[in-house]
């Protein structure tokens, strides 16, 4: 059956799939790899310097008295996403109870980062953006993950001390070891 098609028409066939599958190939090689959003900056220059009262409600961390000045979250997983605004606040208090409302009080800068693939990348990335070291500082950062509305999440803390400590950065293994490395502290009501 081949031998009554003439050669020139299997060259001409030959030739328009090599043609096809040569367009095809070059198109799916031009086009460029979709870039991972970068996450805003977080810039330590433009967070509040303010420091944590003793008469004030206040975050302590590792039992240092500290004020939330930048809290970072992003979601885990590629399909991942941000709980609403209106879910924030239930977040910070599944963290650490009462969280949220020394985080009202505080009025921290708040970033929303795009999906993270794994805790420690957000980590890594997390605390290189806050330039904290282990040197002694009035600033320290907390950041670890967190499982909410069965949605995997990291969070970051940028904090600071009123007096410079080694506090540094620390990383939360576990999702109990928020509530174990940060402590809500109310203030004692005198009774007059």
Not at 7 to 19: C, E, K, N
Not at 22 to 50: G, I, N, Y
Not at 87 to 107: S, Y
Not at 127 to 148: E, K
Request: overall charge positive; charged content about 20%.
């Amino acid at each position: 059956m081949l031998d009554a098609i003439p050669s020139w028409v299997l060259l001409v066939v030959v030739l328009a799939g090599a043609l096809v599958a040569a367009v095809f190939f070059l198109s799916k090689r031009r086009r460029p790899k979709a870039k991972a959003p970068e996450p805003p900056r977080l810039d330590m220059s433009a967070l509040s310097t303010e420091t944590p009262r003793s008469d004030e409600l206040h975050l302590e961390c590792y039992g240092i008295p500290v004020r939330v000045a930048a809290v970072v979250i992003a979601p885990l997983g590629r399909d991942a996403i941000l709980p609403d605004d209106e879910q924030i606040g239930a977040l910070f208090d599944q963290l650490v109870p009462g969280l949220a409302e020394v985080i009202a009080q505080d009025r921290p800068q708040l970033l929303r980062w795009p999906a993270q693939l794994s805790r420690d990348g957000f980590v890594h990335a997390f605390f290189n953006q806050t330039g904290i070291t282990t040197n002694v500082s009035p600033w320290c950062a907390v950041a670890g993950r967190v499982l909410f509305h069965r949605q995997q999440l990291a969070v970051g803390l940028v904090a600071r001390t009123a007096q410079p400590t080694r506090l540094g950065r620390k990383t939360i293994e576990h999702e109990g070891q928020w509530a174990t490395s940060l402590r809500v502290c109310r203030p004692e009501r005198r009774s007059s």
